[in-house]
T-cell receptor, first 115, second 116 residues
């Protein structure tokens, strides 16, 4: 069973559309993240949720809205897609206890292409 | 089977010493890429170094070098002359080129602490 699964794996859509990327983890982790990889190298953190509460919200356009219905899910909704949103988006989860991070697991990424 | 394995959840190194972070990978593809990222407490994943599967020389970037042993499927990161600012999580990652496109895999990370 995949530990952190993202769907869809590939997404091609037109400018102006609204789309969602889903992420689910079955590891019992309490923290989930969204990263954007837009240069093949640098992964920029976008959001982090701990026990369904938003703990990191970096400067991203408010067209991006995360939703965490429960600890195992963190979805990313993007409104009014722009060409610059084309990137690979990674979901990840980890377990944080006493301030220490006990291991990360990443999803395999969602390649978003806006045309 | 795990695609990327990092067996060291935590490592300590004395300042100015060198340290090696282990990474092994599993792939049957001929064309793939190996990456190392550093994650400080800010959460960003900072790219450190890249090694292509066809590169014959080990990649080097400043104090970072990648010890690429293709037959053993290992891609260890060597940090020379450790600095206090090197304390962070380090992730090994692999990109496979599949017919359907690129697929990325990450290891679970190694937490490095540099001791003054």
């Amino acid at each position: 069973d995949t530990a952190v699964s993202q769907t869809p794996k590939y997404l091609v859509t037109q400018m102006g559309n609204d789309k969602s990327i889903k992420c689910e983890q079955n590891l019992g982790h309490d923290t989930m993240y969204w990263y954007k990889q837009d240069s093949k190298k640098f992964l920029k953190i976008m959001f982090s949720y701990n026990n369904k509460e938003l703990i990191i919200n970096e400067t991203v356009p408010n067209r991006f809205s995360p939703k965490s219905p429960d600890k195992a899910h963190l979805n990313l909704h993007i409104n009014s897609l722009e060409l610059g949103d084309s990137a690979v988006y990674f979901c990840a989860s980890s377990h944080i206890m006493g301030g220490a991070n006990y291991g990360y697991t990443f999803g395999s990424g969602t390649r978003l292409t806006v045309v | 089977a795990q695609k990327i394995t990092q067996t060291q959840p935590g490592m300590f190194v004395q300042e100015k010493e060198a340290v090696t972070l282990d990474c092994t990978y599993d792939t049957s593809d001929q064309s793939y890429g190996l990456f190392w990222y550093k994650q400080p407490s800010s959460g960003e994943m900072i790219f450190l170094i890249y090694q292509g599967s066809y590169d014959e020389q080990n990649a080097t970037e400043g104090r970072y070098s990648l010890n690429f042993q293709k037959a053993r499927k290992s891609a260890n990161l060597v940090i020379s002359a450790s600095q206090l600012g090197d304390s962070a999580m380090y992730f090994c990652a692999m990109r496979e080129k599949l017919n359907t496109g690129n697929q990325f895999y990450f290891g679970t990370g190694t937490s490095l602490t540099v001791i003054p």
